[in-house]
């Protein structure tokens, strides 16, 4: 990520993102445009959108795209992930009617650019978000899904591989680690 305006209210931040074509993230203060995603993490976006949203067909949940951001005040963040799910009643910033601040599962596939952030200071922002019940992080470069879950006031981290199959107990949703890497073409990633 870059950082495209050095210091900046949330209100400067919202009117720049009105007249920006890409997305950027808020952090304490800083405009950080995000990176372009590979074919791979597109691909891998829209499969896990349409299994867990499948998954929970005629139940009150939404999943919620990457063009929605998530505002944690707690860390003075917003972030865009990938995707995220909503099981109760969706809540706005009350500063930022396009920020939801009440997700129960967030979902990032991780990049090379990404991946360290995604593990270190954005999931101890997500974790910030009492809401927050699930941290999913998924792989482009292996078959492998972390799901980080919420115990009491820590998180305990359960790993999924090949063969494997993950149970995304907030939202009552289990997944093929298979089926998440296989899509309707019959490709598996890693795409090239």
């Known amino acids: 990520m870059a950082v495209a305006h050095q210091r900046a209210t949330y209100a400067e931040y919202m009117a720049f993102t009105e007249t920006s074509e890409r997305k950027h993230e808020y952090i304490a203060g800083e405009i950080v445009a995000m990176a372009g995603g590979t074919i791979a993490h597109g691909r891998l976006i829209g499969q896990l959108t349409g299994l867990i949203r499948d998954a929970l067909t005629g139940r009150p949940c939404i ?6 951001r998530v505002r944690i005040r707690a860390a003075d963040r917003t972030t865009y992930p990938d995707l995220h799910v909503v099981c109760t009643a969706l809540e706005a910033d009350p500063d930022d009617a396009h920020a939801v601040v009440n997700p129960t599962v967030i979902v990032e596939v991780l990049s090379d650019s990404t991946a360290d952030s995604d593990r270190g200071d954005k999931f101890a922002a997500y974790r910030r978000l009492r809401s927050l019940r699930e941290y999913v992080l998924v792989s482009q470069h292996e078959r492998r899904i972390d799901v ?4 009491g006031t820590g998180w305990h981290l359960d790993d999924f591989g090949p063969g ?11 997944l093929s680690v298979d089926d998440v890497y296989t899509d309707a073409l019959g490709a598996i990633v890693p795409w090239t």
């Open 63 to 68: 999943v919620l795209p990457a063009e929605v």
């Open 148 to 151: 980080y879950r919420r115990q």
């Open 164 to 174: 494997e199959r993950l149970e995304l107990a907030s939202i009552d949703v289990g």
